[in-house]
């Protein structure tokens, strides 16, 4: 017996920016016998031209091209099975609720969106529409995060009663959001909404819980003209690219160095004028880059959590406590970087993850914080014990290469651990951000249920 070739799904894609790049390279390569793109829906020709190179380059046909306002003329034209949604955050409940509304499955990155009347939106078209919402929570995929999920559920710590979670992005990956258009927080929602979502879910999804209350502190420390004035940074030009003297400037990014980012936005400035390497310490930055949140969860646990963007290091430490004992996950993704004289591209990581501390560039020095990860788990008047935990390929600890085979073959493996996020998921992970930006404004705790959206589990 010959088995059925799999079924071809007509995908169409909302937002090419560098982020779309994951899912079209999966429909041209390992995902190609189950999709077709069949549109683009983006106001940037220059962006649909590289993702079409990417195509031909792949023997494919390019896509249908439409203009945000046409996004109608593009559901009833193309009839895509599935849309995926990969616009600036302000803009995803505009094109998730009209594919809902039309039937489609949707996919969409984090965060869902960005406030809580756009929440709603989504939430009523999720609920009348015979299309599934996923949201796109990669980290939920990693082996390391996967193994401290099945710690909990497994009730050797017993129940949950406190969660600590502290985020350190470095100074390559954390000033970035400050130079492009996460630096707007009516665009991104802030760090908190935007970067946050994904720490958020994660708690959510490793307790089974549901947030209830938010406190938050927060506020812009370290980028931005008034800090860096206060620490004597003055005479910085307006943007990196061709600016003189920013050779040698850790925190410039030059766009005309690096091939992708050329011809996704230094090429395209002269269609939409969106400048992609903005000076992280000019005027205009309305987020904040230090926040710290005391979440209380309808089971009573209670989540202190910290983000810091402007951190020598990058990786997180979770600790969770519980009635039987604690388990600890210490994961470093870059343990240093080096000056930039010696990195390469300015604004570029220059340290990869596994560098050895042997290697000539970090000249022999002995680095005591090597990229790696450790899951310890202690119960009371015993020994720790170390998780072993599965090697992870790939960006995000392993996470988007099994995200990719979830989204475009649904089903296919069994999910034990409910790794596929729906609309409830994106709703659970947003009131936190939306909630602690509410508390950052007035200076009280937050409600969630206030929100009255459909949250229960």
Not at 3 to 18: K, M
Not at 93 to 117: H, I, M, N, S, Y
Not at 295 to 321: D, F, K, M, Q
Request: glycine content about 10%.
């Amino acid at each position: 017996m010959v088995a059925e070739a799999p079924s071809r799904r007509r995908y169409a894609v909302v937002g090419t920016g560098s982020r779309a790049g994951m899912y079209v390279k999966a429909l041209a390569t390992t995902h190609a016998d189950v999709g077709t793109l069949v549109a683009w829906c983006e106001p940037n020709p220059v962006r649909m031209d590289y993702h079409d190179d990417a195509l031909r380059a792949a023997g494919l046909p390019v896509p249908a091209r439409y203009a945000p306002e046409d996004f109608d003329g593009l559901l009833a034209g193309q009839r895509p099975d599935v849309v995926v949604v990969t616009s600036p955050d302000a803009t995803h409940d505009r094109f998730a609720t009209a594919a809902l509304d039309a039937g489609c499955d949707v996919v969409v990155e984090k965060p869902l969106t960005t406030t809580l009347e756009k929440a709603r939106a989504i939430a009523d078209a999720a609920g009348r529409s015979a299309g599934d919402l996923v949201v796109t929570f990669n980290y939920r995929y990693s082996p390391r995060n996967e193994a401290l999920r099945r710690v909990i559920a497994s009730g050797e710590i017993g129940t949950v009663t406190s969660v600590h979670f502290e985020w350190a992005l470095d100074t390559v990956h954390g000033a970035d959001y400050f130079r492009r258009w996460h630096r707007d927080k009516s665009i991104s929602g802030g760090l908190l909404v935007h970067k946050s979502s994904h720490h958020f879910d994660l708690v959510n999804w490793w307790l089974a819980d549901v947030p209830s209350v938010v406190h938050a502190a927060g506020a812009l420390r370290f980028y931005g003209d008034r800090n860096a004035a206060e620490r004597g940074i003055t005479g910085r030009p307006a943007r990196s690219t061709g600016a003189p003297g920013t050779a040698g400037d850790p925190f410039a990014l030059d766009l005309a160095a690096d091939e992708d980012l050329r011809r996704l936005y230094l090429d395209g400035e002269k269609h939409d004028g969106y400048v992609r390497d903005q000076d992280v310490f000019s005027p205009g930055i309305t987020i904040e880059d230090n926040a710290g949140l005391l979440v209380v969860y309808e089971s009573g646990a209670i989540l202190t959590y910290s983000l810091n963007a402007h951190s020598p290091w990058e990786g997180y430490r979770v600790s969770v406590n519980g009635t039987a004992g604690r388990a600890e996950l210490d994961v470093v993704e870059r343990g240093f970087l080096l000056p930039v004289s010696a990195a390469g591209v300015v604004g570029r990581p220059a340290v990869d993850p596994g560098v050895s501390p042997d290697d000539p560039a970090v000249g022999g020095r002995d680095n005591p914080r090597p990229a790696g990860e450790r899951l310890l788990v202690q119960r009371h008047w015993d020994l720790a014990r170390e998780v072993s935990i599965p090697k992870g390929d790939g960006a995000h600890g392993g996470g988007d290469s099994q995200l990719l085979d979830d989204v475009f073959r649904p089903g296919r493996a069994p999910d034990p651990l409910g790794r596929r996020a729906g609309y409830r998921d994106g709703l659970r992970s947003l009131v936190v951000g939306l909630a602690a930006n509410q508390a950052l404004e007035h200076g009280t705790a937050v409600d969630v249920g206030s929100f009255g959206l459909p949250l229960a589990r």
